[in-house]
């Protein structure tokens, strides 16, 4: 059974960085791709990254602009975002998913994590 928990997020300045983490407890994320996921207040999720099940492919939404890149590592069965240059408009909760499509990206999310905050401070 998957069990994503995430973690790494807080309270940040305008430029600063976090590294966000997401852990299977169930131990059974190396079978699929992994996305991240943000929300806003009032706005809808959307989808930030994804990496597939092997880490030799990666996905990014336009609006990272190089800015994070997420990898993992499948002993630890977790999967991690690193976020650099952080802006005031990165400011969501961030939730890792399994990805819907098993293996490879689609940027659809299927089983879900709780989530954890990122305040990026101007």
């Known amino acids: 059974q998957v069990q994503l928990v995430e973690s790494g997020g807080g309270l940040v300045q305008t430029g600063g960085s976090l590294r966000l983490s997401c852990t299977d407890s169930?131990?059974?994320?190396?079978?699929?791709?992994m996305d991240w996921f943000r929300q806003a207040p009032g706005r809808d999720r959307e989808f930030v990254a994804a990496?597939?099940?092997?880490?030799?492919?990666?996905d990014y939404a336009d609006f990272v602009e190089g800015r994070f890149t997420v990898s993992r590592d499948n002993a630890k069965n977790t999967v991690y975002l690193q976020m650099n240059s952080l802006k005031p408009g990165d400011t969501a909760r961030y939730f890792c998913a399994t990805d819907r499509a098993g293996a490879t990206i689609s940027r659809r999310g299927g089983y879900w994590g709780q989530g954890t905050q990122v305040t990026v401070s101007s």
């Open positions: 169930g131990r059974t994320v190396g079978r699929y791709a």
């Open positions: 990496i597939s099940w092997d880490g030799r492919s990666t």
